[in-house]
């Protein structure tokens, strides 16, 4: 139901863009987030998107840097990185919520597959 993709290798202070294409039965009245993993640690909060649009929660080791736009009509939420960092190295993945935006991915029903983002330094 979420498909991610777009990640890759990029240099220190450089941008991606990933994307989660939701089906439409998911992507309706569902809060929408990313969230990332590294090597040894935690699934950890990175950004989450109300259904409108009109909430949107950040982490704050990447409060403006990223951003979380989502397009209802193509069925699409995406995590714009820039100013990328080291320390964002990651697999990232999306994920869908059909209750309320929070930041525990255990508030989070439907996982996409992952994927991974290099930063080099």
């Known amino acids: 139901q979420l498909q991610a993709s777009g990640g890759g290798l990029e240099q220190s202070g450089g941008s991606l863009r990933l994307s989660c294409a939701v089906s439409r039965r998911t992507v309706t009245n569902y809060v929408l987030g990313w969230f990332r993993q590294a090597t040894g640690k935690e699934r950890e909060f990175v950004a989450a998107i109300s259904w409108g649009g009109g909430t949107i929660l950040y982490a704050d080791s990447v409060k403006g840097r990223f951003t979380i736009p989502r397009d209802n009509v193509k069925n699409t939420v995406y995590l714009q990185m820039n100013s990328l960092k080291p320390e964002d190295t990651a697999v990232y993945y999306c994920?869908?919520?059909?209750?309320?935006?929070?930041?525990?991915?255990?508030?989070?029903?439907?996982w996409g597959q992952g994927t991974q983002v290099t930063v080099s330094s």
């Open positions: 994920a869908a919520n059909r209750l309320q935006i929070g930041k525990s991915p255990t508030q989070y029903d439907y």
